[in-house]
């Protein structure tokens, strides 16, 4: 009789064992609570109260670039709007009448700088749809919001602001100087009433090819210069023409984009009860908590979302 129970208890023993060590294998689903005031206005901070905080916890504000939707978006279909600034000055005689702008895009320029690729790539000559400097100062002039969503595709695409100005034509003839200000491509997403940018004034970034004219004994002349806010082509007296092209590194106009991120509020050893945000613009956002309890045995997640008004 003894031997049986002791039987009975080293099984019962067992069991408690093994049925602790799946509880603490366990992982628990985030149980969390949010309480905050669904209405706020601009500028003021909106108190969120955390109950039940998970081992970690991230928040998106429903605010551009802070979109939980948009947490696994890495393409975006839309359409593709270009524009810049330029500016020109000190041109005479017969270059005051000359078109020397131009605006090109290629899918199959190599990128290499080199004056012979340039002139074997395919260039696609879309200048009359932009606006370019003509007054002889240094006031900008924008080129317009242009769509260019025909060149998306794949492919890397190279986009040139050509300064191409013949020789001496007249006494007092003069190419002057020209100046590039800024460069910026956004995509308008499709349904959204927002855009991303995908460009700007140092990103991709430009190289200088001089493809004709060469500046007798000034370096400064007659190419492409960066002058940090700017890029400036001083064509001097015009006795020679100057053919100088400002070309984009790759430009994507795939549609890749990066993903909207949310604000780490806690990792595991954290503490968290409440914390204060403050929106920048009226509007109504979909402010959203991502919870994860985490171990060694696994994860589990949960997601909260609510809706707050922001006004002025």
């Not at 108190?47 to 928040?59: H, V």
């Not at 998106?60 to 979109?67: K, L, N, T």
């Not at 009359?128 to 794949?154: H, K, M, P, Q, W």
């Amino acid at each position: 009789m003894k031997k049986v129970v002791y039987i009975w208890t080293m099984l019962l023993l067992v069991t408690l064992v093994f049925q602790s060590c799946e509880d603490l294998e366990a992982v628990d689903t985030p149980d969390f609570s949010v309480v905050f005031n669904t209405t706020a206005k601009v500028g003021e901070p909106v108190e969120f109260t955390i109950t039940d905080a998970p081992n970690f916890l991230n928040f998106y504000s429903g605010e551009y670039g802070h979109e939980f939707k948009n947490s696994e978006r890495y393409k975006a279909d839309g359409e593709f709007f270009l524009n810049f600034d330029t500016a020109r000055n000190y041109f005479d005689g017969a270059s005051k009448n000359d078109e020397a702008w131009s605006f090109l895009v290629s899918t199959d320029y190599t990128g290499s700088g080199t004056i012979e690729d340039v002139k074997v790539a395919t260039w696609t000559d879309i200048s009359d749809r932009f606006t370019f400097a003509t007054a002889r100062s240094y006031n900008l002039t924008n080129s317009g919001s242009v769509n260019i969503t025909e060149f998306a595709s794949d492919l890397p695409t190279y986009f040139a602001i050509r300064a191409y100005a013949e020789g001496k034509k007249e006494d007092g003839n003069r190419q002057g100087v020209f100046r590039v200000h800024s460069f910026d491509i956004a995509l308008a997403v499709a349904n959204e009433n927002y855009s991303l940018d995908i460009t700007n004034f140092t990103n991709p970034g430009f190289n200088s090819v001089n493809v004709e004219g060469v500046h007798p004994t000034n370096s400064t002349k007659d190419y492409w210069r960066n002058r940090g806010s700017y890029y400036e082509l001083s064509a001097d007296q015009a006795e020679y023409t100057n053919d100088d092209w400002l070309i984009t590194n790759p430009v994507n106009l795939a549609g890749a984009v990066d993903p909207d991120r949310g604000e780490p509020l806690k990792t595991f050893s954290d503490r968290l009860k409440s914390f204060q945000y403050t929106f920048a613009q009226p509007g109504t956002y979909t402010v959203t908590f991502v919870g994860s309890n985490e171990t060694i045995y696994g994860q589990k997640g949960s997601i909260k979302e609510y809706t707050i008004t922001v006004s002025e």
